[in-house]
């Protein structure tokens, strides 16, 4: 396959993979909105307090379509350190959240029902970029290549273009 095969494959298989880790996200952006509104509106939760309730059954949610349908290809080998760390960095992503909303609100005073849910969704927009690159890299790791390669210089004879390939050197084989 040449480099810019290689390359194209790689683009599709990353854009499939953002179109389902956004597919599941927007799931949980309804999920997280739909609680913070509900206890706003029927609890005496401050804002923020609300804030980190909704997010976290959001987190929830998200572990299980993220697990089971975006990264379903993932290695799987350890579910315990898969969980605590998207628990790591979903509290990252969680502060990151929590922070826009709080210095809204009590850096700025705005705290209208409005504004609560505009500067909620800005946090989660900038702790989704965080959590996208967190989950992919150190939560649901890719599986390793399937064959090993058994002998690099072949490997890299192969990478390269039909016309700067090397004849072998018969001195060292």
Do not use: C
């Not at 890299?156 to 273009?161: D, I, V, Y």
């Amino acid at each position: 396959m040449s480099e810019r095969g290689a390359l194209r494959t790689r683009l599709e298989l990353l854009a499939r993979e953002v179109a389902k880790f956004g597919a599941v996200g927007a799931f949980g952006l309804l999920v997280n909105i739909a609680v913070f509104n509900l206890l706003r509106h029927t609890t005496d939760l401050q804002v923020v307090r609300a804030s980190v309730v909704a997010t976290f059954v959001a987190i929830l949610f998200n572990y299980v379509g993220f697990r089971y349908w975006t990264y379903r290809d993932r290695d799987k080998t350890g579910r315990t350190r898969e969980l605590a760390l998207f628990l790591l960095f979903s509290a990252a992503g969680a502060v990151i959240e929590t922070g826009v909303l709080y210095l809204a609100t009590y850096g700025f005073g705005w705290n209208t029902p409005v504004q609560s849910n505009v500067f909620k969704i800005v946090g989660i927009g900038v702790a989704t970029l965080f959590r996208f690159w967190s989950y992919r890299t150190w939560v649901f790791k890719t599986l390793p290549a399937k064959e090993a390669v058994l002998n690099p210089e072949r490997f890299l004879e192969q990478r390269r273009p039909a016309e700067e390939q090397v004849a072998p050197d018969p001195v060292r084989n």
